[in-house]
């Protein structure tokens, strides 16, 4: 199981090092090698899975369950006030790695690491467009 050419399937089979914090049947996590701030953590499904384009959900759903402990021992051992779980897809998302993972970066005010959404707003009618094709989607 697990995909040889990709760094976090080694890393969750234990064949390249990391610096593990959990591991259970469907899930792993460790500390981000280029940490945003000191406790990075990434959590990710133990089988390959690109994005959360083509998990299962069971297995998303495994996986995930496991971020309220891992949030509260990430806040609890550093110190942290609040902590953003971000999951990319796709590179234009600035997903680098091709493996499902969250991100869990502790955050506290004035740390400086900075975030912001550049807000947009629909014009006139675009929302119910985009809704409509959303649900058309989802029904498809
Ligand atoms: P993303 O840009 O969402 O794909 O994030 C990939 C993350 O994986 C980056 O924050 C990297 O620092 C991290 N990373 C890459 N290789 C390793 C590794 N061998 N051990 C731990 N973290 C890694
Ligand atoms: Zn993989």
Same mark, same amino acid.
């Given at each position: 199981?697990?995909? !040889?050419?990709?760094?976090?399937c080694? +890393?969750? &089979?234990?064949?390249?090092?990391?610096?593990? =914090? @959990?591991?259970?049947?469907? %899930?792993?996590?460790?500390?981000d090698?280029?940490?945003?701030?000191?406790?990075?953590?990434?959590?990710?499904?133990?089988?390959?899975?690109?994005?959360?384009?083509?998990v299962?959900?069971a297995?998303?759903?495994?996986?995930?369950?496991?971020? !309220?402990?891992?949030?509260?021992?990430? +806040?609890? &051992?550093?110190?942290a006030?609040?902590?953003? =779980? @971000?999951?990319?897809?796709? %590179?234009?998302?600035?997903?680098?790695?091709?493996?499902?993972?969250?991100?869990?970066?502790?955050?506290?005010?004035?740390?400086?690491?900075g975030?912001?959404w550049?807000?947009?707003?629909?014009?006139?009618?675009?929302?119910?467009a985009?809704?409509?094709?959303?649900?058309?989607?989802?029904?498809?």
């Open positions: 199981m697990g995909d !040889p050419s990709c760094i976090f080694r +890393i969750a &089979a234990g064949d390249i090092p990391a610096a593990k =914090v @959990l591991d259970t049947a469907e %899930a792993t996590a460790f500390l090698i280029g940490p945003l701030a000191p406790g990075h953590t990434l959590l990710i499904p133990r089988q390959h899975y690109e994005s959360i384009l083509d299962s959900p297995i998303l759903a495994a996986v995930a369950a496991e971020l !309220p402990r891992l949030a509260r021992a990430i +806040i609890n &051992a550093t110190g006030e609040g902590l953003n =779980v @971000l999951l990319n897809t796709g %590179a234009s998302a600035g997903q680098v790695v091709p493996h499902l993972h969250w991100h869990l970066i502790p955050r506290r005010a004035g740390d400086h690491l975030f912001r550049n807000a947009g707003r629909y014009a006139e009618g675009e929302s119910d985009v809704r409509s094709a959303i649900v058309a989607a989802l029904n498809a």
